[in-house]
């Protein structure tokens, strides 16, 4: 009787310990890939200037890129590349996060200027344009300069017209508020 009492509480304690195991959730981990962290050509210490509306030029310097750790959607773990340029006037950030879809998006903000999504296809680092706000140039001029492979997002924000143009190469072209002295156009 011993014997089966044993078994049976051997047995008992197994279930047990499956059933508390199996029940543990799995944790995702989910990096940046080579393509994701080249999105962002910017690079700690790099100096990019602007022109803005009245054609004062605005050092941003980068003062901060950094890849990190971050938690977002299902996942518990998700590499994320944040980058952070900043004057005396005006603060910019750009960052980019893991995910296992076929497309990303570059995330651009700064003072006066909400958020813009910037998407690419993360198996050959394309810029893309799958949304109607989204508008895909493969040359444009702006400031005098032609730029090659550029994405206009259009965003609005308090029923103000956002624009924000973007390459791999340069990273952000300009940003402007349509109707407003908010523009800064990038001086290469």
């Known amino acids: 009787m011993k014997a089966i009492n044993s078994i049976i509480l051997i047995g008992f304690m197994g279930l047990v310990v499956v059933l508390l195991t199996s029940c543990r959730r799995e944790e995702h981990y989910v990096w940046l890939s080579d393509i994701d962290k080249q999105m962002i050509p910017y690079k700690l210490g790099d ?10 030029t605005i050092t941003l310097i980068v003062k901060e890129d950094k890849i990190y750790w971050g938690g977002y959607e299902e996942y518990h773990n998700v590499q994320e590349r944040y980058v952070t340029l900043t004057s005396k006037d005006i603060a910019m950030y750009v960052w980019v996060h893991g995910n296992n879809l076929n497309e990303n998006t570059v995330g651009v903000a700064a003072n006066y200027f909400p958020m813009s999504g ?25 400031g005098g300069h032609i730029y090659y492979d550029v994405l206009e997002d259009n965003t609005y924000n308090d029923h103000i017209l956002q624009k924000c143009y973007y390459n791999k190469a340069y990273g952000v072209l300009q940003l402007r508020k349509m109707g407003e002295k908010y523009i800064y156009t990038l001086i290469p």
Do not use: E, M, W
């Open 47 to 56: 100096t990019v200037c602007f022109r803005d509306a009245i054609g004062d």
């Open 118 to 142: 910037i998407p690419y296809d993360k198996r050959t680092g394309k810029l893309i344009a799958p949304y109607n706000a989204t508008t895909f140039y493969d040359s444009l001029q702006i």
